[in-house]
């Protein structure tokens, strides 16, 4: 698989890495030798990078990438975590003290004295402008606790003001057909300033995958069930913020754009994958089918300049009145 130097940290991962968000929680249940055997899939199929928090299952997608690690100490993955949403949002909380206990924690879930990654966990905007912050986790780099450290974000202000700060590896935001914003200036700010981007929740939370319907059903632990107003956390994390129907309606128009031969999820993935200054993207799987299908985009055929365009109306019709500014 294509692999691209993510931002920063010098290291070069998979063009197509894997979200483990559903292997820990929100999601519906997956069961251990489900999400071992995505994991395993995945880095056959050539994916050397995995994103993962301490939230996620209070701990338990961590504690299965430890597990995996363990079980194959030659695979070469890159694993990215995150940290922050354990807490109350305050950004007195975001200090060197609970930084370290932290990390303490997340390095014994994964097994390992460094950690390789870690991301500012979509914390309160005005984390992003607070130097202590940034000195704290300057401090973690000097302890050698993480080689490197990054932000999640969720909206293009956030973005930009982490991709000024001097040591920020790489920036995690969401981007997909259905959000766009993006590209207007994250994408070029990161790329100027060496920044790395990955890219989230690039199906739109299975919406662009073309699998659902007006009546799908979700389980009451599955996000896309409780969290379709923000109820729990940042609506954008669900859908991409955008209605339910609406997308399902957009859905199908954008499965009618595919080429012959490419699922819609391929399809969708292929159009992050070829956006400028995307290190890379990170659909997650339930399931092996799902990981092999995910990886088999970055071998995928390019989409035509047509193609893009087609996108690109459909997301200006329908879409961006609903979410583009808010973002």
């Known amino acids: 698989m294509e692999q691209r130097v993510l ?3 010098g290291r070069a991962v998979s063009v197509v890495g894997l979200g483990t968000w559903q292997l820990g929680a929100d999601w519906g249940s997956v069961d251990e030798r489900d999400a071992l055997a995505v994991l395993e899939s995945s880095v056959e ?3 050397t990078f995995f994103d993962t928090a301490d939230v996620y299952g209070d701990g338990r997608s961590e504690q299965l990438i430890g597990r995996f690690l363990r079980e194959r100490p030659d695979s070469g993955v890159f694993v990215a975590t995150k940290m922050g949403r354990r807490e109350p949002q305050e950004v007195e909380r975001y ?5 370290r206990a932290w990390n303490d924690r997340s390095r014994a879930n994964l097994g390992v004295d460094t950690l390789d990654l870690v991301q500012l966990h979509c914390p309160p905007t005005v984390t992003y402008s607070t130097d202590r912050v940034f000195d704290a986790l300057d401090t973690m780099v000097d302890e050698g606790r993480i080689a490197s450290y ?3 974000v969720e909206t293009v202000d956030e ?3 982490a991709i000024a700060r001097e040591h920020v590896a790489s920036v995690q935001i969401i981007l997909n057909a259905f959000r766009l914003k993006p590209l207007e200036r994250v994408l070029p700010a990161a790329a100027d300033a060496g920044v790395g981007i990955i890219a989230r929740v690039p199906l739109a939370s299975g919406l662009l995958s073309g699998r659902y319907t007006h009546d799908s059903v979700f389980s009451a632990d599955d996000h896309r069930n409780y969290n379709r107003r923000g109820e729990a956390f940042d609506v954008g994390e669900t859908f991409s ?3 339910y129907d609406n997308g399902v309606e957009a859905a199908r128009e954008f499965a009618a754009l595919i080429p012959a031969g490419t699922t819609p999820a391929q399809a969708a993935l292929r159009w992050i994958i070829q956006q400028p200054g ?4 990170i659909p997650g799987a339930r399931n092996v089918e799902q990981a092999k299908a995910n990886a088999g985009a970055a071998d995928g055929p390019e989409l035509d300049a047509d193609t893009l365009k087609a996108i690109a109306e459909l997301y200006d019709r329908r879409i961006r009145p609903q979410v583009h500014d808010r973002w």
């Open 7 to 9: 931002g920063r940290t």
């Open 45 to 47: 199929a050539g994916v």
């Open 95 to 99: 200090n060197l003290d609970n930084f």
């Open 150 to 152: 990054g932000v999640s």
């Open 159 to 161: 973005a930009l003001t």
């Open 241 to 243: 913020g955008v209605d």
């Open 278 to 281: 995307v290190s890379t993207v």
